[in-house]
């Protein structure tokens, strides 16, 4: 449902900002990013509720579900033939910026944490626990926590810029007419800050995934799904 309505919704946008047929031109391409994240949560879906690797990997994929919803506020920026070519450059450059920064992030995290807790809970529980070690207490052991993340901006002041983007997106949206290049990046750079955080989480959900296959092929055991 959060794809069909991003997809949808981006289209709308596209229509309403940029001339002739852009709304159908970014619905049959957001069509097509939409089915195949879908593809991606349906392949590991049917695994995901017996084998822990499948889980993760359904949750990781779930997360692209909400990068495409705010993607779907940004992306339509570049169906509009007035803004100049430079800028769509720039603001592709600060996308991959970003977006790259929040997967590594989510990825360093959890095997920073892995060597410093994350190991030591799992042993505990694969001795004690007898029903099968519970991968969440080993995650909760970590205590590991998702916040927005900007190269170059430290935690605290993220969290201040978190609140100031949302009212760009909005002010953003509302200025499209009058002050076209501004609306561009007001709206546009909020919205993939917003969505590299979803990313973020994506990226820590693949790292457990690729975490609990080193352990089974090294143990040589399953690790079964979690509550």
Not at 57 to 82: K, R
Not at 125 to 139: D, I, Y
Request: no cysteine; proline share 2%; net charge positive.
């Amino acid at each position: 449902m959060v794809l069909l309505i991003s997809t949808i919704g981006g289209a709308l946008i596209a229509q309403k900002v940029a001339a002739g047929d852009a709304g159908y031109s970014f619905l049959g391409f957001g069509g097509t990013v939409a089915v195949l994240i879908f593809l991606s949560q349906l392949l590991t879906f049917s695994n995901a509720r017996k084998q822990l690797f499948f889980q993760l990997l359904f949750l990781g994929f779930f997360g692209f579900s909400m990068v495409w919803f705010m993607l779907s506020l940004f992306l339509p920026i570049f169906w509009i033939i007035e803004i100049d070519f430079q800028v769509k450059l720039i603001l592709i450059f600060i996308f991959l910026t970003i977006m790259s920064f929040n997967i590594i992030l989510g990825w360093r995290t959890l095997n920073k944490r892995w060597l410093e807790t994350g190991s030591k809970a799992f042993e505990i529980e694969l001795k004690t626990a007898s029903a099968g070690p519970n991968w969440n207490k080993v995650v909760s052991a970590m205590k590991i926590t998702h916040n927005i993340a900007i190269p170059g901006v430290s935690e605290k002041l993220a969290s201040i810029l978190s609140v100031i983007l949302i009212l760009s997106m909005i002010a953003g949206l509302n200025l499209r007419t009058a002050y076209p290049t501004f609306s561009v990046f007001a709206w546009g750079i909020p919205a993939v800050v917003l969505a590299s955080y979803f990313i973020q989480v994506s990226g820590f959900y693949f790292a457990q995934a690729l975490q609990v296959r080193k352990i089974e092929k090294t143990s040589k055991i399953v690790l079964s799904s979690t509550d």
